[in-house]
């Protein structure tokens, strides 16, 4: 039920988020998500792709530096309160979000979160518990 | 020779000298004096301390080859290195119920060098301090403000005690904490001020953003030292604090301040040659160098009791002038220091080698030993930055860890250094290397004294 996702360190100078675009480009890797954390040094780019390992090489061979973690996604119906209902099970168990980001469905009915938890097994266990779509990695990798 | 008077133009008066017998000596006395202190150490030395038996051994020379001041250069040289080997006590020739001090100063393998000093060098410490900041123009009448930290660095107290011996009111103010530093300047009135330069710049910055007049201060001289600064700093600080800039010269495993120190014609840093006999060497040949050539200073002491260094070589490049000086001192006068003949850095006063951040970053679990340091001011501050390539062990996915990994080696600078440092992570493989060896040091800096 996790997702692959990588993440690549990015100086802070200019060029470098257009070099790692290319280089997926180039390797034929499609972005499906991505999120940029970023201080005055550097960011930590995060990429959920349709090829994981293929995009992870395709980087290293380009000197990035990427690790491959496993988040969670989480489908949540786009209205107002949707993510609210997901939040609050996951306080209501002590789950912590390490972080998140978002995008929405090509088809606009529902959004999906990517989380990244303290504890994604029990994370799992409660959103489906209390009827929530945890998207599998394949799902997310071809939408 | 200028025998005019000079008049030290904070006071309008003549600045005395404080040992005139001494500082005043004719070349030939002093050359005599020089040499009898001299062959005395170098007996004194071979017999009690085993480092430089074995040295001189190895050399096939013995103190009794002293014929003349020129068979100096027929003794080895010591150097940090003999001082790391022989840590904390090896080079002690007094037994160490005699040591009534200790100092150090920061070292190359994370290990400081150890100083001591007999009651006996304590009260020439105490004088040669009070030689050159009466040089300098300080008198009884002053209110000596010392920001150097008060510790196991010598800066503070060798001035401290100098200043005591001169009889003036003496603040051990310590460094640090400008806003309060200021504040007891203002009320207390202070007149002289002793710290370093780039702290001189600081506090004029300072007073300038809370609206201080430096002209509404007693302040008239500074004495500052424990790092190389230009004369256009000097011109900086005289003008922002209105005050005259004086330098001085020293360096813990010889003695601490007062080897060497600026009169009011600050044309060079008389060296107390009484105590110590300089010599200016090629430091890659190790060739001694006729007098007036640039190269490394290289020292050696013959009054020291307790740590006598012989043909200690500073690493400081600098040149000598024998020729007489206006204000009536016949000893020798060094030049500014214009650089290092080794990697040594010298970062708000703290002696710093790059192997010491490389030994550092080595223990640091998953940092790889690919670093920079880059040396800047920010305003009259110098600011190490320590660039370290990112590598997959060492970048976390979560940004709250990889502020906590940078804090942590920041810690470990800190601590190692004993002087601050920012760390800024960047990508694998963007610090350049030439010919497979990394430029380890970028210094924006003005170098060029």
Known sequence: ?143 | MNKSPIIDPATDRTPRIWDPVHECMGREELELLQMTRLHATLERVYRNVPCYRAKFDAFGVTPGDLHALSDLAKFPFTDKEDLRLNYPYGMFAVPLREVVRIHSSSGTTGKPTVVGYTRSDLQTWTELAARFMTAAGVTEDDIVHIAFGYGLFTGAFGLHYGAERIGASVIPMSSGNTDKQIMIMQDYRSSALVCTPSYALTIADRMEKLGIDPASLNLRVGLFGAEPWTQELRREIETRLGIVATDNYGLSEVMGPGVAGECLCRCGMHIFEDHFIPEIIDPDSGRTLPPGEVGELVLTCITKEAFPMIRYRTRDITRLDYAPCACGRTQVRMAKTMGRSDDMLIIKGVNVFPTQIEEVLFRIEGCEPHYQLVIDKVGAMDVLEVQVEVNERIFFDEMKRQRAFVDFVEKKLASALGVGARVKLVEPSSIKRHEGKAQRVIDKRNPSI
């Open chain 1, 1 to 143: 039920m996790k997702v692959e996702q990588i993440s690549i360190f990015i100086e802070n100078k200019s060029g470098r988020l257009a070099e790692v675009t290319r280089t997926l480009g180039d390797a034929g890797v499609n972005i499906r998500a991505l999120s940029l954390a970023d201080t005055s040094d550097f960011g930590i780019l995060r990429l959920i792709v349709d090829r994981t390992d293929l995009a992870k090489s395709a980087l290293k061979a380009q000197g990035f530096t990427v690790n491959k973690t496993e988040v969670v996604a989480v489908e949540v119906p786009d209205r107002p309160k949707g993510l609210f209902g997901i939040l609050h099970v996951l306080d209501q168990g002590a789950v912590n979000v390490e972080y998140m980001y978002a995008f929405v469905e090509r088809c606009g009915e529902n959004a999906v979160i990517i989380f990244r938890f303290d504890n994604p097994e029990e994370a799992i266990r409660l959103l489906v518990q209390h009827g929530f779509t945890v998207l599998e990695g394949e799902r997310v990798y071809t939408m």
